[in-house]
């Protein structure tokens, strides 16, 4: 039991004890953790395998990975944004992103953002179809098409360089490569990693790396003008990923599988010794027992030799027969076709030219009536016309219906001729230049079409020459056409001329275009049945075979000689007949 003045100290030291623990206990609390800031960066969405979204949506590649090693390491935090590469190059400009993980260093690029230290370097590589013309430099794509990243540090490096291509910008570099896969583009100039990463990924077999080091750039982080605390930071991040050996794993993961790898002196001592010895040996016994076998092997390679020839001569043989199959099938298509069309148009032609006649007899007859009353009375309406004028103008139109029932009429019989199957002798004496006018007679529309500069010189008193007129017409026509098609505009000119050469005893039809001419490398193959550079526009590689072979029955010569860009000219010689044969 506490007396009065004992409860009142207690109840003093009690208070004095409370005010010294809850101050106490207040200093202990620790202060609220300072917020760490994110970091936001940029990337190319379509640059596999540096970075790229994979197929959950995620941020992937190397330089993503690299980018979490150096926040790690660094103890920042980052958040990806990847994009178009142009919408991301924009972003940092604009300040809505901090730094972008991965950009070619070039002295133009370092006037707009800081780089860092290159993270690695990059090689640019030109891609082309493997039945493309090879090439070895970047100067060898002058004139060609070429398809290049938009916005880019090759599209950067061509513009600077004032590359003389002809640049196919393209969203992506899988585009790009897409592009020339499908033949729109000659030539791809992509980096060599994400190249290969691209064609392996796409299956896209028919694209080899042609130029291997067009170009080598510096690969790193870009960050905006004067944001040196951050780039200091990704340097000092990038040195110790290097001194840990991390850099290397991630290196190795995502790249190093796509470049050839350094091979030492003692792997290749290694495999030596493994190959060479059991090599040694194995020839060793080849050589005593190709002595025993020396004399069978000869004899049947003699045998194999005599059976290659033999198979040749079948091959050719069969190419040959399947080429006269393939035109004779087309040739009694055409004739039936033919047939059809010429019957349902010589009839109301053969109207026309039996009506026409009898009108212009009528109207003979009548202009005597009808000027005897113009002469009495006056002029007056005929036809809704007065009549002065309709005297004129009649016999005039009588007169071009006439003849152009005679032009259909001569069409459809040049068309007839060409197509008309049966007797192909070469026993007829052909007049070349009355075959030349009915070539351009039946292809006149074509001609037209194409041009408005055609032209025509045909030498006189040409000697015949013997062979099958309907064939011989069949390859103008075709040569005809040619020149047509090779036109870009119809302010460029055709130009056909015929000629006799005495000393030669041989007649000559030439035929220039200026057009746009044919690739040297094409020149001597224009002739092989089945190729053709018009393939997307429906050729078939088959109308200069079929020529040259019915030049050929023809003893003739087919020649070209052509010049890209400026046109091509084509040169047909036939041997003429004797003169007493000509008589």
Partial sequence: MLFPGEAQVWRLLLIIGLCFFFPITAAAVPPPTEKIPVIVVGGDRDYPPYEFIDKDGQPSGYNVELTKAIAE????????????WAEMREALQRGKIDVLQGMSYSEERAGQVDFSLPHTIVNHAVFARRDSPNVNALDE???RTVAVHRGGIMHDYLVS???????????????ALRQLAAGTTDYAIVAIVPGMYIIRELKLTNLIPVVRNVATQRYCYAVGKGNTELLSRFNEGLAILKKTGQYSLIYNKWLGVLEPQPVDLRTIARYAAIVVVPLI????GFALWSRTLHGQVALRTADLTREIAERRHAEEELRLNQQQLLQADKMAALGVLVSGVAHEINNPTGLILLEVPTLKRFQADAAKVLEQYYRENGDFSCGGLP????????????????EAGKRIKRIVDDLKDFARQGNSS??????????????????????????????????EEL???RGNSQRIEQVLVNLI??????????????QLTTSYDRERGTVTFRLRDEGSGIAPENLARLTDPFFTTKRDTGGTGLGLSVSAGIVKEHGGMLEFDSIPGRGTDVTLTLPTVPEEENR
Wanted: proline residues 5%; glycine residues 6%; aromatic residues 4%.
């Fill in 387 to 402: 009549y002065s004028r309709m005297r004129e103008e009649v016999p005039r139109s009588l007169e071009k219906l006439q």
């Fill in 73 to 84: 390491v660094m103890g920042i935090k980052v958040q990806f944004r990847l994009g178009s």
């Fill in 463 to 465: 000697p015949g020459i």
């Fill in 481 to 494: 056409l040619n020149a047509c098609q090779a036109l870009p505009d119809i302010s460029r000119a055709i």
């Fill in 426 to 459: 070469l026993n007829e004496i052909v007049d070349l230049n009355a075959v030349a006018q009915a070539a351009v007679r039946l292809v006149e529309p074509s001609i037209r079409k194409a041009t408005v500069r055609f032209s025509a010189v045909y030498a």
């Fill in 161 to 175: 360089h004032k590359f003389s291509g002809r640049l196919t910008l393209t969203e992506t570099p899988a585009d």
């Fill in 141 to 143: 794509l002058e004139g």
């Fill in 281 to 284: 040996l194995l020839l060793g």
